[in-house]
């Protein structure tokens, strides 16, 4: 059966700092992968989305960046977090060619400080 | 700007209540997608309506997808405290594309 695992859970970081969060998915090979970002008790906001590695389309201008070195890892970076950056973050992914399923990791919750 | 607006934001009532969620959009989407989400979790999937005018059931949940293919609706009968959550709409943005836009939810609260 396929996993997503996003890590970390929670994450503190200064203004400023740099970021990186991971998320994998096992058990399917070249799943479409996605990077949303949620206010609280909010809709969820596209941020990137991947049909394939090194495919990155990029939804908000930000001071964010995803890459997927690999076929099942989709990473969020940044250079220098914003005040702005602070949120609950949400990797996904989507069989190829089966459509209308998005299936949720479990979050990682971003405060910047 | 938000292409998919979800009525009520929020929404308290007592169990056994019914009561209806709304998702509306300007645009056609090919299907239409309904979560549910815990606090500190994943939305987690419920159903999908492909067909305009169709309509799903999930045990008490109804779900309807307009005619058009530019709305759908949740409905709750005789709501129970285990409802709650966050209840969100989604759709690809355009066929094809597998981007998935959300839209801007509805928190449901059942007191017991």
């Known amino acids: 059966s396929q996993t997503i695992h996003q890590w970390p859970a929670t994450l503190v970081q200064p203004v400023g700092s740099p970021l990186s969060l991971e998320c994998t998915v096992e058990?399917?090979?070249?799943?479409?992968l996605y990077w949303y970002r949620q206010a609280a008790g909010r809709g969820l906001q596209l941020l990137f989305y991947s049909v394939g590695i090194g495919q990155i389309s990029s939804e908000v201008p930000q001071n964010l960046s995803a890459s997927r070195p690999q076929d099942r890892q989709f990473i969020l970076s940044s250079k220098k977090l914003l005040l702005s950056d602070s949120g609950f973050y949400l990797c996904?992914?989507?069989?190829?060619?089966?459509?209308?399923?998005?299936?949720f990791g479990s979050g990682t919750q971003l405060s910047v400080l | 700007t938000q292409l998919l607006e979800q009525s009520p934001q929020f929404l308290s009532i007592q169990e056994g209540e019914n009561l209806t969620v709304y998702c509306n959009s300007s645009s056609v989407f090919s299907s239409l997608q309904w979560y549910r989400q815990e606090p500190g979790e994943g939305p987690v999937l419920l159903v999908t309506v492909v067909t305009g005018g169709e309509v799903k059931k999930l045990k008490r949940l109804t779900f309807q997808f307009g005619d058009a293919r530019k709305d759908s609706s949740l409905h709750i009968t005789a709501a129970q405290p285990g409802d709650t959550g966050l209840y969100l709409c989604a759709g690809e943005w355009t066929s094809g594309t597998y981007k998935y836009i959300f839209g801007t939810g509805t928190r449901l609260k059942v007191l017991a």
């Open positions: 058990g399917t090979s070249n799943p479409n």
């Open positions: 996904a992914w989507s069989e190829v060619g089966v459509r209308e399923k998005l299936f």
